[in-house]
Structures are given as structure tokens and as C-alpha cells.
């Protein structure tokens, strides 16, 4: 194939190959942006981080079904326009006209298995600090008027009657347990601002009351206070707080292949842990597979020749219901038992191969001797879907 052949056909394909993923990872994206964080997430500045942590592993997700689609309308746009036809006609034979598709499909397995083993185990851990500043109240603009809150596992309880300014409440309570000191504290205020400083948020009190109950007896003390300060385990300047658990899905490549070794001691350890080392390893993959799939179905049942049908469209459908079909029963089968992955690999080999056959049943079959007569008049038309074997 010439140079300048080949780049064409495969800038054509990586345009369109970006324009689905963009179309494709915006969306769910932000949908599952909403769905998993409040409105009050705006107000807190977490929007950010969670678009950080999330793309990446969305984007590498969606490449194998972009990467397909891209390659399934490229082929029935080529076809409509009878490029294929022409191509045919200059003695190119099928291979010759996949190799550029199944180059850019190499190099985006090879993006898809940096993305997903290297950039979004980092990032991942971002959303997740969001989740549990979320879930767990640690964002004080994310505190709802006239509710009860509670931090540090029962040992502090804070309600606020309204907000005068996003830092700024009215009529806040405190109630705070200390171990250490075995006494109660009830803290009542007219005024609290809230000021994040590196590790978490001091709260200034303004004209107020303790109330100090030792725990062993009922005696209490009260003492009013024109100003006075305490802390909360919050999100502070420094950064999302810290977390006491994380997941497979955020160990780099290194850990997480040194994580086989425990987790097979576990079959529900090693359940999460195949099912994250299929999402890592087995969906890039399929970009090769989705790409096969696409140029084999158009090719062996698209019209080639322009003419107008469905099987266009039918074969850009088939790419997405194939990419679903696989993620679905990754998801469901590998997190019940770990062995499903024998059927999970059967799946995506049975793809490729059988796409790679379609291929090669057109390259090399016995109906493509005709259009090798055919193409070797420059006045001959091409015959619908066969290809000269000898170029």
C-alpha cells in the first residue's frame, strides 16, 4: 500500500476514533458524577478531583468500543463512497487494506493497557477520597441546616441551626466524648466559622456555653465563653483526608501483581482480584478484537460497491452490544467465581479468530481469483466484496 495511502486511512480512522471516545466519556462521566455526588459537592470544590479520578478509568474502559465504532462507520463510509471497490481496483488485497486499522488498534491497546495499569490506579484513589468525604460528612460546606452529623465514630455530634455564609453558621451545638478525659462536653454557640487550616478545620466560637459532665458521676459544670475554638476531622487546605482502606483497583501494576500471592489464598480475594486483572488486561485487548470484528463484517456483509442497506448500520450496532455483552459478564461471572475467566478469555479469542478467518475466507478464497482478472483491466468494474490475493 503507498505511504501516503496508508496515513490517510488511518488518520481517517483515529479521527473518528477520538471523536466517539470524547462522545462516549463525557457523558458517563458526568452521569455518574450526579449520580454519585450531591449538589452540595459543588459548593465543596470536589467536582474536580472527581472528574480526575474518574476519566481515566472510564477512557480506557470506553477505548475498545470507540476504537470498533470508529472502525465500523469508517468501512461503511468507504463502502458507501465505493472507496473500497477502488481499492480493490488497484490489485490491494483485504490484509492490505485492514493494516492501517489493525496498526492504530495495536497502538490503542497499548494506550488502553498504559491507562488502565498505570494512570488510573493513580487517579482512581482520588474519586474514592471524594466518596468518603461525601458519605462521611468531612466537607463543611456540604453540611446541611438542621441535621444531626456525627465524626470519629460517635464522639463528636455537631448541628447547625442555618448558614449566614458559606464559612459562617448560626446557632451551632456541639457534643464531643473524650475518652482520655471521661467527660462529656455540650457545646452551645451563637456564631461558628469555620476556617480550614493544612490537616483539618478549626471551628471559631462566638458567644456561647459548655456544658462538662464527667462520665462515672452527674455532676455538671457550666461555663460561658465570649470565644473559643475546637477542631474537626475535615476536609483542611492540605488536601482530601486521608482513608483507612483501599482497593485492588488502586494498586500500581507492581503491587498489584504482587497481590495475587495473598489474594489466591481468599476465593473472594481472588474473585475482586481477577475481575480487576481482567478489567486491567483483558479490555484493552479487545480494541484488537472490536477492530477485527468491525472490517470483518463490513467487508464480508456490507455493499461495497455503494449501494444502499441496513448492514451499515447493523454493524455498528453489533460492536457496542459485543463490548456490553463482555463487561457485563466480566463483571457478574468473575465476581461469583474466579474460574469464569476461562470463558471470559474464550469469549474475546473466539472473537478475534473468528473475525481473523472472515478476513482471510475473503483474502484468500476461491472467488477472489475473479477479481484478480477483473482488477487487471483498468476498465473493469470491481466485483462486490473480493479482493486480488496477489498484492
Same mark, same amino acid.
Request: hydrophobic fraction near 55%; include cysteine.
Given at each position: 500500500?503507498?505511504?501516503?495511502? &496508508? ?14 471516545? =470524547? ?24 467536582? *474536580?478531583?472527581?472528574?480526575? @479520578? ?30 473500497? =471497490? ?76 442555618? *448558614? ?43 458567644? @456561647? ?15 460561658? &465563653? ?46 475482586? *482480584? ?35 442497506? /441496513? =448492514? ?44 481473523? *478467518?472472515?478476513? /482471510?475466507?475473503?483474502?484468500? @478464497? ?7 482478472? @477483473? ?15 496477489? /498484492?
Amino acid at each position: 500500500m503507498p505511504r501516503l495511502l &496508508f496515513l490517510y486511512l488511518i488518520k481517517r480512522v483515529a479521527l473518528a476514533a477520538f471523536v466517539v471516545e =470524547s462522545a462516549l466519556c463525557v457523558p458517563v462521566v458526568l452521569s455518574y458524577l450526579l449520580g454519585q455526588l450531591p449538589a452540595a459537592a459543588v459548593r465543596g470544590g470536589l467536582v *474536580w478531583p472527581a472528574i480526575v @479520578g474518574v476519566t481515566p478509568t472510564v477512557a480506557y474502559v470506553a477505548l475498545p468500543m470507540a476504537v470498533g465504532v470508529a472502525t465500523a462507520m469508517t468501512f461503511a463510509s468507504m463502502a458507501s463512497e465505493s472507496l473500497i =471497490s477502488v481499492l480493490y481496483a488497484l490489485r490491494l488485497s483485504v490484509w492490505a487494506i485492514c493494516r492501517p486499522t489493525l496498526v492504530l488498534a495495536l497502538l490503542s491497546v497499548g494506550a488502553g493497557l498504559a491507562l488502565a495499569n498505570f494512570i488510573a490506579p493513580q487517579y482512581q484513589g482520588s474519586m474514592q477520597d471524594v466518596l468518603n468525604v461525601v458519605r462521611n460528612s468531612l466537607n463543611h460546606r456540604m453540611l446541611e441546616p438542621a441535621h444531626f452529623y456525627t465524626f470519629e465514630n460517635g464522639a463528636k455530634t455537631l448541628y447547625l441551626e442555618r *448558614w449566614e455564609t458559606p464559612d459562617i453558621a448560626v446557632n451551632l451545638f456541639v457534643r464531643q466524648i473524650s475518652v482520655e478525659k471521661m467527660q462529656e462536653q455540650t457545646i452551645t454557640a451563637a456564631r461558628a466559622e469555620f476556617r480550614r487550616n493544612e490537616s483539618g478545620v478549626v471551628v471559631a466560637l462566638t458567644k @456561647g456555653s459548655i456544658q462538662t459532665r464527667p462520665i462515672d458521676t452527674s455532676d455538671v459544670r457550666i461555663a460561658a &465563653f465570649d470565644e473559643y475554638a475546637i477542631a474537626l476531622p475535615m476536609q483542611g487546605n492540605g488536601g482530601l483526608p486521608p482513608r483507612s482502606w483501599h482497593g485492588v483497583y488502586e494498586l500500581p501494576a507492581k503491587d498489584f501483581m504482587a497481590q495475587f500471592a495473598v489474594a489466591r489464598a481468599d476465593s473472594r480475594m481472588l474473585a475482586e *482480584w481477577t475481575t480487576e486483572a481482567a478489567m486491567r488486561i483483558g479490555v484493552p485487548l479487545l480494541t484488537l478484537g472490536h477492530s477485527l470484528l468491525a472490517m470483518a463484517l463490513v467487508l464480508n456483509f456490507g455493499n461495497i460497491t455503494g449501494r444502499r442497506g /441496513a =448492514s451499515g448500520a447493523l454493524t455498528i450496532i453489533a460492536i457496542p452490544a459485543a463490548h456490553i455483552l463482555f463487561l457485563v459478564a466480566l463483571q457478574s461471572l468473575l465476581r461469583a467465581d474466579a474460574r469464569f475467566v476461562v470463558v471470559l478469555a474464550a469469549m474475546a479469542l473466539l472473537e478475534i479468530l473468528g473475525s481473523a *478467518w472472515l478476513i /482471510a475466507r475473503l483474502n484468500f @478464497g476461491p472467488r477472489a481469483k475473479l477479481i484478480a482478472a @477483473g482488477a487487471a483491466s483498468p476498465y473493469s468494474a470491481p466485483n462486490d466484496g473480493l479482493a486480488a490475493p496477489y /498484492a
